[in-house]
Protein backbone atom coordinates (compact mmCIF):
# COMPACT_ATOMS: atom_id res chain seq x y z
CA UNK A 1 0.00 0.00 0.00
CA UNK A 2 1.44 3.48 -1.41
CA UNK A 3 1.88 5.94 1.87
CA UNK A 4 0.15 9.25 1.24
CA UNK A 5 0.44 12.80 2.98
CA UNK A 6 -1.68 15.53 3.57
CA UNK A 7 -0.06 19.06 1.79
CA UNK A 8 -1.10 22.28 2.15
CA UNK A 9 0.86 24.97 -0.26
CA UNK A 10 0.13 27.90 -2.12
CA UNK A 11 0.35 27.54 -5.79
CA UNK A 12 0.01 31.15 -8.01
CA UNK A 13 -1.45 32.45 -4.99
CA UNK A 14 -4.16 30.12 -4.29
CA UNK A 15 -4.34 27.69 -1.50
CA UNK A 16 -4.20 24.34 -1.80
CA UNK A 17 -5.04 21.12 0.23
CA UNK A 18 -4.30 17.80 -1.23
CA UNK A 19 -3.60 14.32 0.00
CA UNK A 20 -0.97 13.09 -2.34
CA UNK A 21 1.01 9.62 -2.59
CA UNK A 22 4.86 10.32 -1.50
CA UNK A 23 6.43 9.13 -4.41
CA UNK A 24 4.56 11.87 -6.70
CA UNK A 25 7.04 14.70 -8.20
CA UNK A 26 6.56 17.84 -7.77
CA UNK A 27 5.72 18.64 -11.61
CA UNK A 28 3.43 15.56 -11.99
CA UNK A 29 1.40 16.59 -8.79
CA UNK A 30 1.01 20.00 -10.41
CA UNK A 31 0.18 18.54 -14.09
CA UNK A 32 -1.97 16.02 -12.73
CA UNK A 33 -4.08 16.57 -9.95
CA UNK A 34 -3.60 20.42 -10.27
CA UNK A 35 -4.08 20.58 -14.21
CA UNK A 36 -1.67 23.16 -14.34
CA UNK A 37 -0.33 21.65 -17.90
CA UNK A 38 2.09 24.76 -18.23
CA UNK A 39 5.34 23.34 -16.48
CA UNK A 40 6.48 20.12 -18.94
CA UNK A 41 8.11 16.73 -18.37
CA UNK A 42 10.82 15.86 -20.46
CA UNK A 43 13.82 13.83 -19.30
CA UNK A 44 12.48 12.91 -15.23
CA UNK A 45 16.14 13.70 -14.32
CA UNK A 46 17.01 17.37 -14.42
CA UNK A 47 18.76 17.23 -17.20
CA UNK A 48 16.70 19.26 -19.85
CA UNK A 49 15.00 22.08 -17.67
CA UNK A 50 11.38 21.66 -18.94
CA UNK A 51 10.04 21.41 -15.89
CA UNK A 52 11.70 24.28 -13.88
CA UNK A 53 9.62 26.74 -11.67
CA UNK A 54 9.62 28.60 -8.62
CA UNK A 55 9.43 27.42 -4.99
CA UNK A 56 9.75 29.60 -2.18
CA UNK A 57 12.04 32.16 -4.21
CA UNK A 58 14.07 30.15 -5.58
CA UNK A 59 13.75 28.06 -9.41
CA UNK A 60 14.08 24.31 -9.00
CA UNK A 61 13.65 21.58 -10.98
CA UNK A 62 9.58 20.17 -10.36
CA UNK A 63 10.40 16.46 -11.42
CA UNK A 64 13.52 16.13 -8.50
CA UNK A 65 11.21 17.18 -5.66
CA UNK A 66 8.17 15.19 -4.33
CA UNK A 67 4.99 16.61 -4.12
CA UNK A 68 5.30 15.83 -0.37
CA UNK A 69 8.54 18.01 -0.10
CA UNK A 70 6.36 21.25 -0.99
CA UNK A 71 3.97 21.08 2.11
CA UNK A 72 3.81 24.21 3.27
CA UNK A 73 5.95 25.95 0.35
CA UNK A 74 4.70 28.89 -2.21
CA UNK A 75 4.86 27.67 -5.66
CA UNK A 76 4.92 30.04 -8.95
CA UNK A 77 4.76 28.32 -12.64
CA UNK A 78 4.54 29.66 -15.67
CA UNK A 79 0.83 30.34 -15.12
CA UNK A 80 1.73 32.58 -12.39
CA UNK A 81 4.54 34.54 -14.17
CA UNK A 82 2.17 35.53 -17.03
CA UNK A 83 -1.18 36.31 -14.70
CA UNK A 84 0.94 38.36 -11.81
CA UNK A 85 2.63 40.67 -14.39
CA UNK A 86 5.87 39.01 -14.01
CA UNK A 87 6.65 37.85 -17.40
CA UNK A 88 4.44 39.87 -19.52
CA UNK A 89 7.69 42.10 -21.45
CA UNK A 90 9.59 38.38 -21.32
CA UNK A 91 6.52 36.78 -23.12
CA UNK A 92 6.61 39.62 -25.53
CA UNK A 93 10.28 39.40 -26.40
CA UNK A 94 9.80 35.80 -26.75
CA UNK A 95 6.95 36.18 -29.75
CA UNK A 96 8.45 39.25 -30.90
CA UNK A 97 12.15 37.83 -31.47
CA UNK A 98 10.50 33.93 -32.09
CA UNK A 99 12.22 32.49 -29.19
CA UNK A 100 9.48 29.42 -29.00
CA UNK A 101 8.59 27.27 -31.40
CA UNK A 102 7.05 24.23 -30.48
CA UNK A 103 6.95 25.62 -27.09
CA UNK A 104 7.57 22.18 -25.22
CA UNK A 105 10.94 24.25 -23.91
CA UNK A 106 9.28 27.51 -23.06
CA UNK A 107 7.73 27.41 -19.59
CA UNK A 108 11.32 26.00 -17.87
CA UNK A 109 13.65 28.45 -20.42
CA UNK A 110 11.00 31.55 -19.32
CA UNK A 111 11.61 30.32 -15.28
CA UNK A 112 15.27 30.52 -15.82
CA UNK A 113 15.65 33.38 -17.89
CA UNK A 114 13.30 35.17 -15.17
CA UNK A 115 15.98 33.81 -12.32
CA UNK A 116 18.74 35.56 -14.69
CA UNK A 117 16.93 38.77 -14.76
CA UNK A 118 15.78 39.38 -11.52
CA UNK A 119 18.72 38.77 -9.86
CA UNK A 120 19.96 41.98 -11.69
CA UNK A 121 21.89 39.79 -14.53
CA UNK A 122 23.48 41.91 -17.12
CA UNK A 123 22.73 41.84 -21.11
CA UNK A 124 25.75 40.13 -21.34
CA UNK A 125 25.51 37.03 -24.10
CA UNK A 126 27.63 34.42 -23.11
CA UNK A 127 26.68 35.33 -18.85
CA UNK A 128 22.80 35.04 -20.57
CA UNK A 129 23.72 31.30 -22.16
CA UNK A 130 25.95 30.26 -19.32
CA UNK A 131 22.82 30.84 -16.80
CA UNK A 132 20.39 29.05 -19.62
CA UNK A 133 22.54 26.24 -20.20
CA UNK A 134 20.58 23.70 -18.15
CA UNK A 135 17.36 24.12 -20.31
CA UNK A 136 17.63 22.38 -23.77
CA UNK A 137 15.64 23.64 -26.87
CA UNK A 138 15.54 21.99 -29.67
CA UNK A 139 13.26 24.21 -31.94
CA UNK A 140 15.45 27.58 -31.80
CA UNK A 141 18.77 27.10 -31.50
CA UNK A 142 18.97 29.77 -28.76
CA UNK A 143 20.25 32.62 -30.70
CA UNK A 144 16.52 34.27 -30.20
CA UNK A 145 15.94 33.20 -26.67
CA UNK A 146 19.47 35.01 -25.72
CA UNK A 147 18.05 37.97 -27.78
CA UNK A 148 14.96 38.30 -26.17
CA UNK A 149 16.42 38.27 -22.59
CA UNK A 150 19.01 40.76 -23.45
CA UNK A 151 16.03 42.57 -24.97
CA UNK A 152 13.53 42.05 -22.01
CA UNK A 153 17.25 43.53 -20.01
CA UNK A 154 17.50 46.48 -21.77
CA UNK A 155 13.81 47.40 -21.34
CA UNK A 156 13.38 47.23 -17.83
CA UNK A 157 16.81 49.10 -17.37
CA UNK A 158 15.39 51.97 -19.45
CA UNK A 159 12.13 52.16 -16.76
CA UNK B 1 9.98 6.58 -15.59
CA UNK B 2 8.88 7.13 -12.23
CA UNK B 3 10.00 6.42 -8.79
CA UNK B 4 9.10 2.61 -7.20
CA UNK B 5 7.24 3.42 -3.89
CA UNK B 6 8.94 3.96 -0.65
CA UNK B 7 8.21 4.91 2.80
CA UNK B 8 8.95 8.65 3.63
CA UNK B 9 9.75 10.07 7.03
CA UNK B 10 11.02 13.78 7.39
CA UNK B 11 12.16 14.00 11.18
CA UNK B 12 12.77 17.81 12.11
CA UNK B 13 15.97 16.89 13.92
CA UNK B 14 19.25 15.47 13.26
CA UNK B 15 18.12 12.77 16.74
CA UNK B 16 15.12 11.76 15.56
CA UNK B 17 17.26 11.44 12.30
CA UNK B 18 19.53 9.08 13.37
CA UNK B 19 17.12 7.27 14.98
CA UNK B 20 15.83 6.24 12.26
CA UNK B 21 18.83 5.76 10.36
CA UNK B 22 19.90 3.14 13.02
CA UNK B 23 16.90 0.93 11.82
CA UNK B 24 17.83 -2.04 10.34
CA UNK B 25 14.54 -3.62 9.12
CA UNK B 26 14.91 -1.58 6.01
CA UNK B 27 16.44 -0.33 3.57
CA UNK B 28 17.29 3.25 3.37
CA UNK B 29 18.59 6.59 1.96
CA UNK B 30 18.89 10.20 2.87
CA UNK B 31 17.11 12.51 1.00
CA UNK B 32 19.07 16.19 0.66
CA UNK B 33 19.35 18.37 -1.83
CA UNK B 34 17.46 14.88 -4.87
CA UNK B 35 19.18 16.40 -7.53
CA UNK B 36 21.42 12.78 -7.64
CA UNK B 37 18.77 10.56 -5.82
CA UNK B 38 15.56 11.17 -7.45
CA UNK B 39 16.91 10.59 -11.03
CA UNK B 40 18.08 7.56 -9.79
CA UNK B 41 14.78 7.09 -8.34
CA UNK B 42 13.31 8.07 -11.24
CA UNK B 43 15.15 5.39 -13.31
CA UNK B 44 14.99 2.55 -10.63
CA UNK B 45 18.53 3.15 -10.64
CA UNK B 46 17.17 3.45 -6.52
CA UNK B 47 14.60 1.90 -5.10
CA UNK B 48 14.87 2.16 -0.83
CA UNK B 49 12.25 0.93 0.94
CA UNK B 50 12.45 4.15 3.59
CA UNK B 51 13.52 7.70 2.47
CA UNK B 52 14.89 9.98 4.82
CA UNK B 53 14.32 13.65 4.35
CA UNK B 54 16.83 15.78 5.42
CA UNK B 55 15.24 18.86 4.49
CA UNK B 56 13.56 19.50 7.77
CA UNK B 57 16.49 19.14 9.84
CA UNK B 58 17.56 22.75 9.96
CA UNK B 59 21.09 22.34 12.20
CA UNK B 60 22.47 20.88 9.20
CA UNK B 61 22.54 23.57 7.16
CA UNK B 62 25.26 26.41 8.14
CA UNK B 63 28.35 28.15 7.42
CA UNK B 64 30.08 28.86 10.42
CA UNK B 65 33.38 30.74 10.69
CA UNK B 66 36.03 29.82 13.71
CA UNK B 67 39.27 31.49 13.65
CA UNK B 68 41.07 28.97 11.55
CA UNK B 69 38.52 26.97 9.75
CA UNK B 70 35.30 27.45 8.01
CA UNK B 71 32.74 24.56 9.00
CA UNK B 72 29.59 24.01 6.61
CA UNK B 73 26.87 22.20 7.43
CA UNK B 74 25.82 18.96 5.28
CA UNK B 75 23.03 20.40 3.86
CA UNK B 76 24.22 23.79 3.26
CA UNK B 77 23.42 23.91 -0.97
CA UNK B 78 25.60 25.48 -3.68
CA UNK B 79 23.90 28.16 -4.01
CA UNK B 80 24.09 29.13 -0.36
CA UNK B 81 28.13 29.00 -0.54
CA UNK B 82 27.78 30.90 -3.74
CA UNK B 83 26.13 33.99 -2.00
CA UNK B 84 27.76 33.09 1.25
CA UNK B 85 30.86 36.07 1.91
CA UNK B 86 32.50 34.21 4.46
CA UNK B 87 33.07 31.59 1.48
CA UNK B 88 34.18 34.29 -0.72
CA UNK B 89 36.64 35.64 1.27
CA UNK B 90 37.99 32.11 2.73
CA UNK B 91 37.07 29.65 0.77
CA UNK B 92 38.32 30.90 -3.06
CA UNK B 93 38.55 27.49 -4.65
CA UNK B 94 35.08 26.64 -4.11
CA UNK B 95 34.35 30.45 -5.18
CA UNK B 96 36.27 29.19 -8.58
CA UNK B 97 34.84 25.65 -8.38
CA UNK B 98 31.12 26.35 -7.80
CA UNK B 99 30.13 27.94 -10.89
CA UNK B 100 31.21 24.74 -13.10
CA UNK B 101 29.29 22.56 -10.89
CA UNK B 102 25.90 21.79 -12.79
CA UNK B 103 23.04 24.29 -13.21
CA UNK B 104 21.37 27.50 -11.81
CA UNK B 105 18.11 25.21 -10.27
CA UNK B 106 20.31 22.37 -9.62
CA UNK B 107 22.48 24.56 -7.54
CA UNK B 108 19.41 25.91 -5.94
CA UNK B 109 18.48 22.39 -4.27
CA UNK B 110 21.69 20.34 -4.55
CA UNK B 111 24.04 20.36 -1.30
CA UNK B 112 27.65 19.69 -0.27
CA UNK B 113 27.04 16.76 2.02
CA UNK B 114 25.21 15.09 -1.14
CA UNK B 115 27.39 15.38 -3.03
CA UNK B 116 30.33 14.55 -0.59
CA UNK B 117 28.50 11.15 0.44
CA UNK B 118 27.83 10.10 -3.19
CA UNK B 119 31.36 10.34 -4.38
CA UNK B 120 30.42 10.91 -8.09
CA UNK B 121 33.86 10.43 -9.94
CA UNK B 122 32.92 12.98 -12.17
CA UNK B 123 32.03 15.51 -9.22
CA UNK B 124 33.86 18.62 -8.53
CA UNK B 125 33.56 18.30 -4.41
CA UNK B 126 35.09 15.26 -3.75
CA UNK B 127 38.72 17.01 -5.55
CA UNK B 128 37.76 20.51 -3.95
CA UNK B 129 37.76 18.16 -0.41
CA UNK B 130 40.68 16.49 -1.24
CA UNK B 131 42.85 19.58 -2.53
CA UNK B 132 42.06 21.46 0.56
CA UNK B 133 42.65 18.64 3.25
CA UNK B 134 39.32 19.06 4.38
CA UNK B 135 37.36 17.58 7.42
CA UNK B 136 34.86 15.34 7.01
CA UNK B 137 32.28 14.72 10.70
CA UNK B 138 30.29 12.16 10.26
CA UNK B 139 27.31 10.98 12.63
CA UNK B 140 25.16 7.99 13.88
CA UNK B 141 23.14 7.36 17.15
CA UNK B 142 26.55 6.24 18.24
CA UNK B 143 28.43 9.52 18.45
CA UNK B 144 30.31 10.93 15.85
CA UNK B 145 33.52 10.22 13.72
CA UNK B 146 36.26 12.89 12.15
CA UNK B 147 37.45 11.54 8.92
CA UNK B 148 40.17 13.80 6.70
CA UNK B 149 39.12 13.52 2.68
CA UNK B 150 42.17 12.13 2.13
CA UNK B 151 40.58 8.51 3.79
CA UNK B 152 36.88 9.12 2.82
CA UNK B 153 36.66 8.99 -0.89
CA UNK B 154 37.10 5.31 -1.39
CA UNK B 155 36.07 4.41 -4.38
CA UNK B 156 33.65 4.15 -7.33
CA UNK B 157 30.90 6.08 -5.23
CA UNK B 158 32.17 4.51 -2.27
CA UNK B 159 33.00 6.14 0.78
CA UNK B 160 34.39 5.62 4.50
CA UNK B 161 30.34 6.21 5.54
CA UNK B 162 28.77 3.03 7.22
CA UNK B 163 24.98 1.87 7.80
CA UNK B 164 23.64 4.65 10.26
CA UNK B 165 25.88 6.99 9.37
CA UNK B 166 25.68 10.63 7.96
CA UNK B 167 27.51 13.62 6.68
CA UNK B 168 26.89 16.16 9.50
CA UNK B 169 29.79 18.76 8.39
CA UNK B 170 32.34 19.84 6.58
CA UNK B 171 35.77 21.79 7.67
CA UNK B 172 38.50 23.60 5.71
CA UNK B 173 41.14 25.67 6.86
CA UNK B 174 40.58 29.89 5.91
CA UNK B 175 42.95 30.66 3.35
CA UNK B 176 45.63 32.75 3.93
CA UNK B 177 46.63 35.30 2.39
CA UNK B 178 50.03 33.78 0.69
CA UNK B 179 47.51 30.34 -0.36
CA UNK B 180 47.12 30.18 -3.97
CA UNK B 181 44.48 27.86 -5.80
CA UNK B 182 43.47 26.93 -9.20
CA UNK B 183 40.57 25.32 -11.06
CA UNK B 184 39.53 24.49 -14.25
CA UNK B 185 37.61 22.00 -16.15
CA UNK B 186 36.85 20.93 -19.99
CA UNK B 187 33.22 20.19 -20.37
CA UNK B 188 30.99 20.29 -23.46
CA UNK B 189 28.57 22.34 -22.17
CA UNK B 190 28.87 24.54 -19.23
CA UNK B 191 27.35 23.18 -16.62
CA UNK B 192 27.27 19.52 -17.21
CA UNK B 193 29.98 17.12 -15.48
CA UNK B 194 33.25 17.48 -16.73
CA UNK B 195 35.60 15.42 -19.30
CA UNK B 196 38.08 15.79 -17.19
CA UNK B 197 38.84 18.73 -14.49
CA UNK B 198 41.31 19.25 -11.86
CA UNK B 199 41.40 21.61 -8.22
CA UNK B 200 44.86 22.74 -6.65
CA UNK B 201 45.81 24.39 -3.64
CA UNK B 202 49.01 25.79 -2.70
CA UNK B 203 50.37 27.68 0.76
CA UNK B 204 52.74 29.41 -1.54
CA UNK B 205 53.77 29.14 -4.95
CA UNK B 206 57.37 31.37 -4.45
CA UNK B 207 58.70 29.01 -4.15
CA UNK B 208 56.27 25.76 -4.28
CA UNK B 209 55.21 24.59 -1.10
CA UNK B 210 52.88 21.92 -0.15
CA UNK B 211 51.16 21.81 -3.34
CA UNK B 212 47.72 19.59 -3.86
CA UNK B 213 46.73 18.55 -7.09
CA UNK B 214 43.14 16.98 -7.44
CA UNK B 215 41.99 15.27 -10.40
CA UNK B 216 38.33 14.38 -10.88
CA UNK B 217 36.55 13.18 -14.03
CA UNK B 218 39.59 10.87 -14.85
CA UNK B 219 38.98 7.34 -13.54
CA UNK B 220 37.33 5.73 -10.42
CA UNK B 221 37.34 8.73 -7.91
CA UNK B 222 38.98 12.06 -7.30
CA UNK B 223 42.91 11.54 -7.30
CA UNK B 224 45.74 13.07 -5.76
CA UNK B 225 48.89 13.09 -7.33
CA UNK B 226 51.50 12.73 -4.84
CA UNK B 227 54.31 12.76 -7.23
CA UNK B 228 53.96 15.69 -9.21
CA UNK B 229 53.10 17.55 -5.52
CA UNK B 230 56.84 16.50 -4.60
CA UNK B 231 58.17 17.56 -7.79
CA UNK B 232 56.84 20.75 -7.61
CA UNK B 233 57.79 21.42 -3.38
CA UNK B 234 60.90 24.40 -3.63
CA UNK B 235 60.52 25.17 -7.12
CA UNK B 236 58.55 27.49 -9.08
CA UNK B 237 55.38 26.57 -11.12
CA UNK B 238 56.98 26.97 -14.28
CA UNK B 239 59.96 24.42 -13.14
CA UNK B 240 60.57 22.31 -16.30
CA UNK B 241 61.45 19.07 -14.44
CA UNK B 242 58.49 19.55 -12.14
CA UNK B 243 55.65 19.76 -15.15
CA UNK B 244 57.96 16.68 -16.86
CA UNK B 245 57.22 14.62 -13.48
CA UNK B 246 53.58 15.84 -13.27
CA UNK B 247 53.15 14.37 -16.64
CA UNK B 248 55.35 11.36 -16.16
CA UNK B 249 52.78 10.35 -13.43
CA UNK B 250 50.03 11.02 -15.78
CA UNK B 251 51.55 8.30 -17.96
CA UNK B 252 51.28 6.12 -15.25
CA UNK B 253 48.26 6.82 -13.78
CA UNK B 254 45.30 4.27 -14.11
CA UNK B 255 42.52 6.56 -16.57
CA UNK B 256 39.39 5.08 -16.74
CA UNK B 257 36.76 5.82 -19.68
CA UNK B 258 33.33 6.98 -19.30
CA UNK B 259 30.29 7.43 -21.62
CA UNK B 260 32.38 10.65 -22.78
CA UNK B 261 35.83 9.93 -23.31
CA UNK B 262 37.63 6.71 -23.13
CA UNK B 263 41.23 6.30 -20.95
CA UNK B 264 43.22 7.57 -23.55
CA UNK B 265 41.55 10.86 -24.10
CA UNK B 266 41.41 11.57 -20.16
CA UNK B 267 45.00 10.93 -20.89
CA UNK B 268 45.50 13.96 -22.93
CA UNK B 269 42.44 16.31 -20.81
CA UNK B 270 44.31 15.63 -17.56
CA UNK B 271 47.15 16.76 -19.15
CA UNK B 272 45.40 19.57 -20.69
CA UNK B 273 43.37 20.84 -17.55
CA UNK B 274 46.99 20.94 -15.03
CA UNK B 275 49.12 22.41 -17.45
CA UNK B 276 45.91 25.47 -17.79
CA UNK B 277 45.13 25.26 -14.24
CA UNK B 278 49.02 25.67 -13.04
CA UNK B 279 49.12 28.75 -15.60
CA UNK B 280 46.09 30.74 -14.00
CA UNK B 281 48.19 30.66 -10.61
CA UNK B 282 51.41 31.69 -11.93
CA UNK B 283 52.32 35.11 -10.56
C1 LIG C 1 21.35 18.14 -14.74
C2 LIG C 1 22.31 17.89 -13.63
C3 LIG C 1 23.65 18.24 -13.79
C4 LIG C 1 24.57 18.01 -12.76
N1 LIG C 1 25.86 18.38 -12.95
C5 LIG C 1 26.75 18.20 -11.96
C6 LIG C 1 28.11 18.61 -12.09
O1 LIG C 1 28.51 19.18 -13.11
N2 LIG C 1 28.95 18.36 -11.05
C7 LIG C 1 28.53 17.75 -9.90
O2 LIG C 1 29.32 17.55 -9.01
N3 LIG C 1 27.27 17.37 -9.75
C8 LIG C 1 26.37 17.58 -10.74
N4 LIG C 1 25.07 17.17 -10.55
C9 LIG C 1 24.70 16.47 -9.29
C10 LIG C 1 24.43 17.45 -8.17
O3 LIG C 1 25.63 18.10 -7.84
C11 LIG C 1 23.87 16.76 -6.94
O4 LIG C 1 23.26 17.78 -6.22
C12 LIG C 1 24.86 16.08 -6.02
O5 LIG C 1 25.59 15.11 -6.71
C13 LIG C 1 24.14 15.35 -4.88
O6 LIG C 1 23.73 16.26 -3.93
P1 LIG C 1 22.24 16.27 -3.40
O7 LIG C 1 22.23 17.16 -2.23
O8 LIG C 1 21.32 16.58 -4.49
O9 LIG C 1 22.09 14.78 -2.87
P2 LIG C 1 20.96 13.67 -3.08
O10 LIG C 1 20.70 13.46 -4.50
O11 LIG C 1 19.80 13.97 -2.20
O12 LIG C 1 21.73 12.42 -2.46
C14 LIG C 1 22.83 11.82 -3.12
C15 LIG C 1 23.30 10.62 -2.31
O13 LIG C 1 23.97 11.04 -1.11
C16 LIG C 1 23.30 10.54 0.05
N5 LIG C 1 23.36 11.62 1.02
C17 LIG C 1 22.88 12.89 0.84
N6 LIG C 1 23.18 13.66 1.91
C18 LIG C 1 23.85 12.86 2.77
C19 LIG C 1 24.44 13.09 4.06
N7 LIG C 1 24.41 14.28 4.67
N8 LIG C 1 25.07 12.04 4.66
C20 LIG C 1 25.14 10.85 4.05
N9 LIG C 1 24.59 10.57 2.85
C21 LIG C 1 23.96 11.58 2.21
C22 LIG C 1 21.91 10.15 -0.42
O14 LIG C 1 21.37 9.13 0.36
C23 LIG C 1 22.17 9.70 -1.84
O15 LIG C 1 22.64 8.39 -1.86
C24 LIG C 1 24.13 17.39 -11.55
C25 LIG C 1 22.80 17.04 -11.39
C26 LIG C 1 21.88 17.29 -12.41
C27 LIG C 1 20.45 16.90 -12.21
S1 LIG D 1 11.72 16.92 -16.76
FE1 LIG D 1 12.69 17.91 -15.11
S2 LIG D 1 14.56 18.52 -15.97
FE2 LIG D 1 13.68 17.33 -17.59
S1 LIG E 1 10.71 25.83 -28.76
FE1 LIG E 1 10.69 23.71 -29.17
S2 LIG E 1 12.06 22.98 -27.67
FE2 LIG E 1 12.32 25.10 -27.48
New interface residues.
Partial sequence: MSQSCDISLRVNGETVRERVPVRLNLVDFLRNSLGLTGSHVGCEHGVCGACTMEVDGTMVRGCLMLAVQADGSDITTIEGFGEHQRAVDLQAAFKRNNALQCGFCTPGMMASALEYIEAGGVADRSAIREHLSGNYCRCTGYQSIVDAVVEVIGERAAK | ????????E?PDNLNAALELLAREDCDMQVLAG??SL??MM??RLAQPEL?V?L?GVSELSFIEEQPETITIGAMTRY?NLAASDVIKEHVPLFQMAL?HI?????R??GTIGGSTALADPAAEMPALLLALEATITVVSVGGAREIPANDFFLGLYETALQDGEIIKSIAIKKAKPQNRFGFYELAR????YAMAGVAIASTSIDPVCDLRIALFSVSDKAHRLPHAELAFEGENLDDTEARDAAFQELDDFDFRGDLNADGDTKRHLARVVLTRALETMMP
Fill in positions: MKAADFAYKGQMPNFLDNAPAHSAVNRRHGD
